[in-house]
């Protein structure tokens, strides 16, 4: 993941960067991510990110597919039952192949959307609240609108030392600024990102 050019140093203190934020001052550096030294290990990362991308977007295609996939055999077998089906075995066998495809997609989908939940329901019952300093952000392998949805670097306590994990926001904003410190509530490998409530008082 390292691709740092010699000499690079730090804007505020002059000390050598091998990182987004200066192991010496802690400030920025403005390393981009995918630049940046691995300093400590990385854990797996299971997020409940609920929000339109990851829930209700995959459950669009659940619903299409899988309605679309399902319609037509059931249309089959209820003519079969009724005595009414004038296809042959060959032709209800490729009418079911067919569909298959469609069937696949929309269940797929429907496991896509669900994850999220699932993990959300035994982090909010089992989980533990714990601090994350926010290192940097990296492109996801998934687009929307046009654009990569974000990665975020997350450097945690752990009781086996700090390890940073690889948080995929499920959408294409940066939210938290380099170097600040955001709430997580953590279960095993399952993360999701305490959400900021600000309270203005008038």
């Known amino acids: 993941m390292s691709n740092i050019t010699p000499g690079m140093t730090c804007r505020n203190c002059g000390a050598p960067i091998t990182s987004e934020i200066c192991q010496y001052c802690g400030c920025s550096t403005g390393l981009d991510t995918y630049s940046a030294d691995m300093q400590y290990p990385t854990l797996e990362c299971k997020e409940a990110t609920i929000n339109f991308w990851t829930v209700a977007f995959p459950l669009v295609f659940a619903l299409s597919f899988g309605i679309g996939g399902s319609v ?7 003519d079969m ?4 089906d004038n296809n042959t075995p060959q032709e ?3 009418v079911l192949l067919f569909c298959i495809p469609f069937l696949a997609i929309g269940i797929a ?3 896509i959307a669900i994850k999220p939940v699932i993990r959300y329901f035994i982090i909010k019952s089992k989980g533990k609240h714990i601090d994350a300093v926010v290192y940097g952000y990296a492109d996801d392998h998934v687009i929307m609108n046009g654009r990569p949805a974000q990665v975020v670097k997350l450097l945690i306590d752990t009781p086996i030392g700090k390890r940073f994990i690889m948080y995929q926001l499920g959408n294409t904003d940066q939210p938290y600024g380099i170097n600040t410190t955001i709430g997580l509530v953590v279960y095993k490998n399952y993360f999701m990102i305490e959400k900021n409530k600000d309270v203005i008082h008038w």
Do not use: D, K, L, Q
């Not at 037509?72 to 209820?78: E, G, L, R």
């Not at 039952?81 to 009414?84: E, L, N, T």
């Open 109 to 111: 989908a429907a496991v």
């Open 81 to 84: 039952a009724a005595g009414v």
């Open 92 to 94: 209800r066998i490729m």
């Open 72 to 78: 037509i055999p059931f249309a089959v077998f209820s």
